[in-house]
């Protein structure tokens, strides 16, 4: 549902400052539980609390079979949705999460202490 590893090792100083800074993608980590650090990230210690660290996260679709699905149906020329591409709200509505999963995430978020944006 939500790939908090990221914020988590970035909140402990515990990635590279290009990893922090939009570095190459590097799919890590797991969902619940303590953050797994990445490969080959090394410490910089703490982030002193000035700092100001803005930070993406991303949530898992609902649905990923769907999307896959949806995905495909693009490229295929016998589909009926080929090179039908939706356009960003609609894209939303369809695979994105849903409003109470936004607020549960962000109520997540704010009970940490974070800002949400």
């Known amino acids: 549902m939500l790939a908090l590893v990221p ?31 990445p490969p080959g990230a090394v410490s910089q210690g703490p982030v002193p609390g000035s700092q100001r660290l803005t930070v ?20 295929d020329r016998s589909s009926p949705l080929y090179r039908h591409f ?9 695979f994105g999460p849903t409003t109470a999963t936004l607020r549960a995430v962000s109520g997540a978020l704010a009970r940490l202490g974070l800002r949400v944006g």
């Open 7 to 37: 914020l988590a090792a970035l909140a402990m100083g515990q990635v590279t400052p290009a990893l922090a800074a939009g570095g190459p993608s590097v799919p890590f980590g797991r969902v619940g539980g303590l953050p797994s650090v």
């Open 56 to 75: 993406t996260l991303a949530l898992r679709p609902p649905d990923p079979a769907a999307l896959t699905a949806y995905i495909s149906a693009l490229s």
């Open 86 to 94: 939706l356009t960003p709200t609609a894209f939303g509505r369809m």
